[in-house]
């Protein structure tokens, strides 16, 4: 089992949609950017795919990047990036990992976390297809294309983005976690955060924390911790 990076300082979250690092990371995030530790968000599509209510389809982007911009302060995250990939047709091209590579020499992240890029069989909802392209892409990102001052070239002699070694991945909604965050302090923050998609979450009413506690409690089971505790898992990645 890999242990997680000491002097973490910079955080970089690539996902595929608007709430996405929410349902994942967000009581996490809230731990760590109260630590003092900058996370950035890369969000490669706008969400303009999702949502349950009448919203007209050519106001579901905008809308969703407001919710998201909105849920990303809940937890103490104010930049965050869109890369602008169409939503349902995320594919792991040379495009993604050259933004995603942008992404991560800009923040010249000690983490990067992400979605796996492993079909998860017990539950179906985090493989959704773009978020496993969206792992595999951020994967290919961290090793080689970040590290490669040969990669994507123009990004140093256009942008002056020098090369950057990340040395740790943290993959969540995969199908094999080995590493879990007592998250029970912020627990509440996290379902602020989901609440601020409004699009997404307000059918659910409050069966979404109810949702959130129960899946929450089954990761600390797992983890081994006291009844009463609250975990979200992932997967660690050495990338060093
Ligand atoms: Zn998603």
Same mark, same amino acid.
Request: glycine fraction near 22%.
């Given at each position: 089992m890999t242990r997680p990076v000491a002097d973490l300082e910079r955080v970089l979250v690539v996902t595929a949609h608007p709430d996405d690092v929410d349902f994942g990371a967000s009581a996490s995030i809230a731990a760590w950017t109260a630590a003092g530790i900058e996370v950035s968000y890369c969000i490669v599509?706008?969400? *303009?795919?999702?949502?349950? *209510?009448?919203? =007209?389809r050519e106001q579901m982007a905008a809308l969703r990047e407001a919710e998201q911009r909105a849920a990303a302060k809940v937890v103490g995250v104010t930049d965050v990036t869109f890369l602008g990939h169409p939503d349902g047709r995320v594919y792991v091209t040379h495009e993604l990992r050259r933004d995603i590579t942008r992404q991560i020499r800009r923040v010249r992240p000690q983490r990067v976390l992400t979605q796996s890029p492993q079909r998860n069989w017990q539950r179906i909802a985090p493989s959704h297809p773009d978020h496993l392209a969206v792992g595999e892409a951020a994967l290919c990102a961290v090793y080689p294309d970040a590290r490669n001052p040969f990669a994507h070239p123009e990004l140093l002699a256009e942008e002056g983005l020098a090369a950057w070694t990340v040395p740790e991945v943290w993959l969540m909604g995969?199908?094999? =976690?080995?590493h879990y965050v007592d998250v029970t302090d912020t627990f509440d923050r996290k379902v602020e955060a989901l609440r601020a998609h409004v699009s997404q979450?307000?059918?659910?009413?409050d069966g979404l924390e109810t949702m959130l506690r129960t899946w929450h409690a089954a990761n600390a089971h797992n983890a081994g911790l006291p009844d009463g505790r609250l975990a979200e898992a992932y997967q660690i990645v050495s990338t060093a």
């Open positions: 599509t706008f969400g *303009d795919a999702g949502g349950f *209510d009448e919203t =007209p995969g199908p094999q =976690p080995d979450t307000a059918h659910l009413g």
